[in-house]
């Protein structure tokens, strides 16, 4: 026995390698794990430990890639299930009910999220790390933010600021600010979250990846506003500075520069991204993007309202209310310009229906 490590040994090493992934220390989070692969070779058998290490992998997995593997998670998460269950630790009922919410999240089941966030949540206290904390808050704001409850997200968004801003994480700082601004954005204070995001954008500089997130943050803005051009400049400013990487948030620009393409009526370049978003957007499995790719080519390319209708529907299906709602108001607002009127007015319907689904998913 006294060739091997102690199970609690390979437990503390993965909770400073946890600290590492939260602080977005990459390069110690790199070496932590390398160390950690080593020491569990020759660990005493502990499925407990196995399954924190399952679980930090998997968050490790998505800071250095931005996304998930679907597959890969919900195989990983099942396979724990029953060691967590078993288990009375309340520290790795928390890391479970975090972080398979966190699967959700970016598998774009906000309302599955938030109901794990919230088991989650309960197990706070057990959490003696304000960095930890503030993570919580973060991505409990985000999801909140997704289904329009809008006081709710912002309360959570500035506890987790201001941890942060303590804690001297200025990209966790930057990514929470972030969401804030999109919270203006959505309720019509254009200036306001402009305001946010140009301050963002400063404190950004020596973080490529906080940077392009808010880029394309000020692209949306300026789209909301109406303001086309600007959103461009910002659209390819960040598909420019990701060059031809394979990457969720170059597909989603691409998406948003052809949509803004369409309304300048530039249709040849808007077609180009169009198509290569939609084939990435499938290669991603994307299904937000894959819906809205589709509501673009059955409006401005192949005028096929049947196309445009599934893809709403895939989206409310999909419990994407928000998406569904921000589309719908765009297809009546197009249907106004050319005068069909009965299709806009179908269109607002539309958006009304998912925004009355929207308050239904805040009260669950």
Partial sequence: MSDFIRSEIVGAKIVEWYSCIIARSVDQAIQLQ?????MLKK???????????????????????QTTDKEAGDEMFNRIDPIVKSSM???LHYYYYFISGQHEFLQEHYRSAIKLFRKAERLLEYVK???EEAEFHYYMGSALQRINQYVFASSYLEDAIVTFKRLKYTEKVIFSYNIMAGLFSETDKYEKANDILQENLVSARNYPVAEIIVLRMLGINEYRYNNYSAARGYYENVLKKMDKEAHP???KTKYNLALTLFKLDEKEYATVLLEE?????????????????????????DEDLDLIDHSLQTLKDNSLYFEAEELADELALYFEEQNRLELSVKYLREAYSSK??????GVD
Avoid at 43 to 65: G, P, T
Avoid at 278 to 301: D, P, Q, R, T, W
Avoid at 356 to 361: G, R, V
Wanted: with cysteine; hydrophobic share 45%.
């Fill in 356 to 361: 009355k689904n929207l308050l239904k998913l």
């Fill in 277 to 301: 978003g939609l084939k990435e957007a499938v290669l991603f499995n994307m299904i937000e993007f894959i819906s809205n790719c589709n509501i673009l080519k059955g409006l401005y390319l």
């Fill in 89 to 91: 630790d309340n520290l």
């Fill in 129 to 131: 790390d304000d960095a």
């Fill in 34 to 38: 390398a160390e950690i692969k080593d």
């Fill in 249 to 251: 948030l170059v597909t």
């Fill in 43 to 65: 660990m005493e058998e502990s499925d407990q430990i196995l399954a924190y290490y399952s679980l930090v992998e998997y968050r490790f997995n998505m800071m250095m890639n």
